[in-house]
């Protein structure tokens, strides 16, 4: 869909599009609504195909800056930060292919994809490291007293959102934003924190994403459902 508005506001204005005025409307009509992975896809495409450099170079800025701002990182000119840290990156398109695939992946986000993209390698190792022993760990069971204390501390909304995962199953970020009455995607991924924040470490995820949507762990739907209400 935005690559299409996209295409057509360039046919219209060809090299016009690169002043102020049409920049901001592609600002707040396409790059301040992009979200999902498979919209950055989209216009990363397009964008490789365009012939003129200079328009590409400026749309091209602009997602990336979006891109990272959905990572929790700031980005600008080629230039990375979090914090007081900063790094000089060079991104091409098949690198930045390969950012946005973290876009929907909420554990890694913020400090750990920064330290990825790290020049010094021992960074990069050490946050592969936390990576890969975090997911080794998190694969104990759950008891029932436990998942009744996790509940017990979620707010209404939160409660909600499990009520309606435990009724589908999975559902579509898209309906879940429609059915809670929800500002954007990322009130979501606060539901989705709320719970994690509230589980201990050591577990097996009660939701998690697949993909563009949000499933929840179906080994203890039951034990959710028996204590959700309470």
């Given at each position: 869909?935005?690559?299409?508005?996209?295409?057509?506001?360039?046919?219209?204005?060809?090299?016009?599009?690169?002043?102020e005025k049409?920049?901001n409307?592609?600002?707040?009509?396409?790059?301040?609504?992009?979200n999902?992975k498979?919209?950055?896809?989209?216009?990363?495409?397009?964008?490789?195909?365009?012939?003129?450099?200079?328009?590409?170079?400026?749309?091209?800025e602009?997602?990336?800056?979006?891109?990272?701002?959905l990572?929790?990182?700031?980005?600008s000119e080629d230039?990375?930060?979090?914090?007081?840290?900063?790094?000089?990156?060079s991104?091409?398109?098949?690198?930045?292919?390969?950012?946005?695939?973290?876009?929907?992946?909420?554990?890694?986000?913020?400090?750990?994809?920064?330290?990825?993209?790290?020049?010094?390698?021992?960074?990069?190792l050490?946050?592969?490291?936390?990576?890969v022993?975090g997911?080794s760990?998190?694969?104990?069971?759950?008891?029932?007293?436990?998942?009744?204390?996790?509940l017990?501390?979620?707010?209404?909304?939160?409660?909600?959102?499990?009520?309606?995962?435990?009724?589908?199953?999975?559902?579509?970020s898209?309906?879940?934003v429609?059915?809670?009455?929800?500002?954007?995607?990322?009130?979501i991924?606060?539901?989705?924190?709320?719970?994690?924040?509230?589980?201990p470490?050591?577990?097996?995820?009660l939701?998690?994403?697949?993909?563009?949507s949000?499933?929840?762990?179906?080994?203890?739907?039951?034990?959710?459902?028996?204590?959700?209400?309470n």
């Amino acid at each position: 869909m935005y690559k299409e508005t996209l295409s057509t506001l360039l046919s219209f204005v060809g090299k016009d599009i690169l002043k102020e005025k049409n920049i901001n409307k592609l600002e707040e009509s396409i790059f301040s609504k992009l979200n999902k992975k498979e919209e950055f896809i989209e216009i990363v495409d397009y964008l490789e195909g365009l012939e003129d450099f200079s328009i590409k170079n400026q749309l091209y800025e602009m997602l990336k800056i979006k891109a990272f701002d959905l990572l929790k990182i700031v980005y600008s000119e080629d230039l990375i930060k979090y914090g007081d840290m900063k790094y000089e990156i060079s991104i091409d398109f098949e690198d930045f292919r390969s950012i946005i695939e973290f876009i929907d992946v909420d554990e890694i986000k913020g400090e750990k994809i920064f330290n990825i993209l790290s020049p010094k390698i021992s960074v990069r190792l050490s946050t592969l490291n936390e990576i890969v022993n975090g997911e080794s760990s998190s694969n104990r069971i759950w008891y029932e007293n436990e998942i009744k204390g996790v509940l017990n501390r979620l707010k209404p909304l939160t409660k909600k959102f499990l009520k309606m995962l435990i009724e589908k199953g999975k559902m579509d970020s898209d309906e879940i934003v429609k059915e809670l009455d929800l500002k954007n995607y990322r009130s979501i991924s606060a539901l989705v924190s709320a719970i994690s924040r509230n589980s201990p470490k050591d577990k097996e995820k009660l939701v998690f994403k697949d993909g563009n949507s949000i499933k929840i762990n179906q080994k203890y739907i039951d034990l959710i459902s028996k204590h959700v209400n309470n």
